[in-house]
C-alpha cells in the first residue's frame, strides 16, 4: 500500500504507524484510537491513509514521531500538531517548539522509565 509513496520517515505507536512522505504528506493506518490517526474519528484504518489535516497546509510536515494514542508531527516553521490524547505532558495542535522546552525538561525530570515508551530513540 505504500508502493506509491516514496516515505522518508516511519513512526510505530502501541497499535497504530505513521509514515511521513517526501511531498509532505501523512500517511496513518492501524489504531484510530482516541484520534490518533487524524481522520476525525476512533475508528482503525487496516491500509495507510492521508491526514487531510496536513494536505492542503503551506507548513510542511519534516518529521514523525508515535506514541500509544498520539501522533505528533514536527513542521517546517518549528510548530508541532498532535494528534489523539494530549495528556501526560503531550502537546496541544500547533504548539510551538521554542515554547514547548520548558514543559519538556520538566516532564523528563519528573518521568520514570515506564514512561520513555512515548519518545523516539
Given at each position: 500500500?505504500?508502493?506509491?509513496?516514496?516515505?522518508?520517515?516511519?513512526?510505530?505507536?502501541?497499535?497504530?504507524?505513521?509514515?511521513l512522505?517526501?511531498?509532505?504528506?501523512?500517511?496513518?493506518?492501524?489504531?484510530?484510537?482516541l484520534?490518533?490517526?487524524?481522520?476525525?474519528?476512533?475508528?482503525?484504518?487496516v491500509?495507510?491513509?492521508?491526514?487531510?489535516?496536513?494536505?492542503?497546509?503551506?507548513?510542511?510536515p519534516?518529521?514523525?514521531?508515535?506514541?500509544?494514542?498520539?501522533?505528533?508531527?514536527?513542521?517546517?516553521?518549528?510548530?508541532?500538531v498532535?494528534?489523539?490524547?494530549?495528556?501526560?505532558?503531550?502537546?496541544?495542535?500547533?504548539?510551538?517548539?521554542?515554547?514547548?522546552?520548558?514543559?519538556?525538561?520538566?516532564?523528563i525530570?519528573?518521568?520514570?522509565?515506564e514512561?520513555?515508551?512515548?519518545?523516539?530513540?
Open positions: 500500500s505504500l508502493e506509491r509513496y516514496q516515505v522518508v520517515s516511519l513512526a510505530a505507536g502501541h497499535a497504530h504507524s505513521v509514515a512522505t517526501d511531498d509532505g504528506q501523512i500517511l496513518t493506518w492501524g489504531s484510530g484510537k484520534g490518533c490517526s487524524g481522520h476525525g474519528s476512533d475508528s482503525d484504518e491500509l495507510p491513509r492521508k491526514v487531510l489535516l496536513f494536505s492542503h497546509s503551506t507548513i510542511r519534516v518529521s514523525v514521531a508515535a506514541g500509544e494514542v498520539h501522533t505528533s508531527v514536527l513542521r517546517s516553521d518549528g510548530s508541532m498532535t494528534l489523539g490524547r494530549v495528556t501526560h505532558g503531550r502537546f496541544a495542535e500547533g504548539a510551538c517548539v521554542g515554547e514547548m522546552v520548558a514543559a519538556m525538561r520538566h516532564g525530570a519528573i518521568s520514570n522509565v514512561d520513555w515508551h512515548h519518545f523516539p530513540s
